[in-house]
């Protein structure tokens, strides 16, 4: 005979419902941790996209300029042997003038790469850049004439700037502690005519 009620079993399965799981208990260290590492990287992204901005948009007329600046920065490679090459690019060798290598780096300026190595001699720092490409603008009017070639001189951010193009680079020295006459002298060095090599490395100092 039916019963009129509900059934035990059937009232059984009605109210046997799954339990609400437990939320997942997070330990606020590794979170903490991990949105700290996740900003910085972030942030590196940023750094590198507005450095790359800032040097993939410098047009030929202003690279000169960005180079001397880049003279400012650290030296983020040891000093190349003589006849090494730094990014591709050979190393001007001022050993020979009494100058003191004290390392190197290699930076995008625009369309060119541009390797850099620094000199010290009594105490005064030294940048000299080798650009590659095509000629760019150099500021400033020409100074000497060292073996036919034209050195320009300008001032950037208080750096007494010399540029030049030889070999295929154009070459890029500045420095706002070395006197300008040694400056000059370095340029007449490293641009000697085949009858008077030996005066212009006499006049490196």
Do not use: C, K
């Amino acid at each position: 005979m039916a019963s009129d009620g509900t059934t035990p079993a059937l009232e059984a399965e009605q109210t046997d419902v799954d339990p609400v799981p437990e939320r997942v208990q997070r330990d606020p260290r590794r979170t903490r941790i991990g949105r700290i590492l996740g900003a910085i990287v972030i942030v590196v992204a940023i750094a590198a996209a507005v450095a790359f901005a800032l040097t993939s948009g410098v047009p030929d007329s202003q690279v000169v300029g960005h180079v001397a600046a880049v003279h400012d920065l650290p030296a983020t490679r040891p000093s190349p042997s003589p006849g090494q090459l730094v990014g591709g690019l050979p190393a001007p060798n001022l050993q020979r003038y009494r100058w003191t290598p004290r390392g190197a780096r290699v930076d995008v300026v625009g369309t060119h790469t541009v390797a850099t190595s620094f000199f010290s001699r009594g105490g005064r720092l030294l940048g000299i850049s080798l650009v590659s490409g095509g000629p760019v603008a150099e500021p400033g009017p020409v100074v000497i004439r060292p073996g036919g070639v034209p050195v320009h001189q300008t001032t950037v951010g208080g750096r007494t700037v010399l540029s030049w193009r030889r070999g295929g680079y154009t070459f890029v020295m500045s420095s706002a502690v070395v006197p300008t006459l040694w400056m000059r002298g370095l340029a007449a060095a490293l641009n000697p005519s085949t009858t008077a090599q030996a005066h212009a490395s006499g006049a490196a100092g």
